[in-house]
C-alpha cells in the first residue's frame, strides 16, 4: 500500500518545453488535488478533481492543464514551461476530511 | 480574494517550552484542516475542525477554531525536538472541499 505516488521526483526543463506530472493514488478516494508550493509560502490549489472525470479550476491554474484518467490517476500538464513555474509540485487524495499528500516533485524551468 | 494568514512566520523554543500559531481567514471557514511538514518532506494531516468554538486534542497539541470560524490556532505543550517542522493551517469557505493554505509558521526547537 504506497499511499500516493508521483513521479518524477526531481525534473529540469528548459523554458518553452512541456511535460506532464504523474500522480497516482492506491487509496480508492475520490477527490485528488495539485498544488505547487513556493519558498516561504504554502501551498497553493492548482485543480482539483471531485471524482472520476470531472476537474476544477483552483486558485491558479493558468499555464496547467489535468486529466483526471481514471480513479487511481490525476495527471498535470506544463504545456510551455515558464520560469514562475519552479516550484515543488504536491498531488493529494483525500477521503471525508483528511488529504494524503504525495512525496512531490522538484521542478526547476531555466 | 480569499486569503488566510497565518502568523508568526518563524518561533525558535527551547526544548519544553510551549509553542502556538495563529491562523486568521478574511472570510467564515466551513472547516479549517491543519497540516505539519517536515523539512524536505510533505504536509501531512493532523486534524480537522468544523463547529463554531471547537476544542480538539492530540496527546500535547491543543487545536481550537473560533466562535466567528474566522480564526484558529494550534498550541503544542512542552515541545520536543520531534516537534520541529512547518505547521500549516488550510481553511475551506465554500465547503467545496477546496483548500486555502496559509503561508505556514515554521517551528525550531533547540534540545
Known amino acids: 500500500n504506497a499511499g500516493v505516488t508521483q513521479t518524477p521526483k526531481f525534473q529540469v526543463l528548459k523554458t518553452g518545453q512541456s511535460m506532464t506530472l504523474q500522480c497516482a493514488q492506491d487509496?480508492?478516494?475520490?477527490?485528488m488535488y495539485w498544488y505547487r508550493q513556493d519558498p516561504g509560502m504554502g501551498l497553493r490549489l492548482i485543480y482539483y478533481?471531485?471524482?472520476?472525470?470531472?476537474?476544477d479550476k483552483g486558485e491558479v491554474p493558468n499555464g496547467y492543464n489535468v486529466s483526471r484518467l481514471n480513479k487511481r490517476e490525476f495527471s498535470l500538464r506544463l504545456e510551455s514551461a515558464a520560469p514562475s513555474q519552479t516550484s515543488v509540485y504536491f498531488c493529494?487524495?483525500?477521503?471525508?476530511?483528511?488529504?494524503?499528500f504525495g512525496p512531490g516533485t522538484r521542478l526547476t524551468v531555466l | 480574494g480569499q486569503q488566510v494568514m497565518q502568523i508568526p512566520q518563524y518561533q525558535h523554543v527551547q526544548e519544553g517550552e510551549d509553542f502556538t500559531t495563529y491562523c486568521n481567514s478574511s472570510t467564515t471557514l466551513s472547516n479549517i484542516q491543519w497540516y505539519k511538514q517536515r523539512p524536505g518532506g510533505h504536509p501531512v494531516f493532523l486534524i480537522q475542525l468544523v463547529k463554531s468554538g471547537e476544542v480538539k486534542k492530540q496527546k500535547r497539541l491543543t487545536f481550537q477554531f473560533g466562535e466567528a470560524k474566522k480564526n484558529s490556532s494550534l498550541h503544542i505543550t512542552a515541545t520536543q525536538t520531534t516537534d520541529v517542522g512547518t505547521y500549516f493551517c488550510?481553511?475551506?469557505?465554500?465547503?467545496?472541499?477546496?483548500?486555502?493554505f496559509g503561508s505556514g509558521t515554521k517551528l525550531n526547537v533547540k534540545p
Open positions: 487509496m480508492n478516494h475520490n477527490s
Open positions: 478533481s471531485a471524482s472520476e472525470g470531472t476537474t
Open positions: 493529494a487524495a483525500r477521503q471525508a476530511d483528511t488529504q494524503y
Open positions: 488550510a481553511g475551506d469557505p465554500y465547503n467545496f472541499n477546496k483548500f486555502y
